[in-house]
């Protein structure tokens, strides 16, 4: 699998190669049990590669994307018969934000950016030249303005206004950037990390104009970061070979 999301704290699913669309659940003995929602993608996504799958908290609809610019759609918890929507890119799609209940945003190959809406009217938005080369790898927003896209060999890019305007940062690394995170419940969205290859966990303190490096103590590849919300001390860190980091210190040490 390449992606996961629970919208609630025993009900979630999976995507991945293939095709691969996964609800994973508890039942009434508290049993971890797997349902297979494949057949109920529309033609065009049958054995598709699904890179990130999206959702908000205690809602039905799910959104997932993945090659070719694929974006799929559910609003009955996967079990209705899915629908897609042209999203303007052939890219393959990679990192996915769910932005309240109605605006998604998702990002790829080549530096691209797209929005949408839960209805559809997908569009392209218009990405730094600089990363024109780039795969964007994920995207995450703190409010319906400020939002962070990061990539490959240390590309991050900030919008101030929803997406329409993406300005490039200096992150000062070279590593592959994996996952981008900002708490959505802080009063104040200008404390961001993000993780990456060798070891890589960096962050920001003033809403991603300068960036610095963590000591991480591993040179595992990082695929994602997070902290729990309204809490910026406690966070975890999962990388490759069952990794996981802890920090009870913002990040300054994960032993």
């Known amino acids: ?10 009900s979630g699913y999976a995507v991945g190669n293939g095709g691969a669309f996964i609800h994973i659940y508890r039942d009434e003995a508290r049993q971890v049990r797997f349902e297979d929602f494949s057949a109920n993608l529309p033609p065009e996504a049958v054995g598709k590669t699904f890179h990130a799958i999206g959702s908000v908290h205690q809602n039905p609809v799910l959104f997932a994307v993945g090659e070719g610019g694929l974006i799929v759609r559910s609003i009955h918890y996967g079990r209705d018969p899915m629908v897609s929507f042209p999203s303007g890119t052939t890219q393959d799609l990679y ?47 703190w409010n319906s303005d400020t939002g962070w ?7 991050v ?20 950037l994996n996952y981008v995170f900002v708490d959505r419940e802080a009063q104040y969205g200008n404390i961001v990390w993000a993780a990456g290859d060798n070891g890589l966990i960096m962050a920001s303190g003033d809403y991603g104009r300068h960036w610095f490096r963590m000591n991480t103590g591993t040179t595992a590849s990082i695929y994602e970061v997070r902290f729990a919300a309204g809490d910026r001390v406690n966070g975890w860190a999962f990388g490759s070979g069952g990794l996981v980091l802890q920090t009870d210190d913002g990040g300054f040490t994960c032993p």
């Open 157 to 176: 890019a900030h919008t101030y206004d929803g997406g329409n305007v993406w300005t490039p940062d200096t992150s000062n690394v070279t590593e592959n």
């Open 1 to 10: 699998f390449n992606s996961v999301t629970f919208p609630w704290t025993d």
């Open 95 to 141: 990192g996915l934000c769910f932005l309240g209940g109605s605006r998604i945003y998702a990002c790829g190959d080549s530096g691209t950016i797209v929005k949408g809406q839960v209805g559809g009217d997908w569009k392209v938005l218009n990405s730094p030249i600089l990363y024109a080369d780039k795969r964007f790898n994920s995207i995450t927003f």
């Open 149 to 155: 896209v990061v990539g490959e060999n240390g590309a």
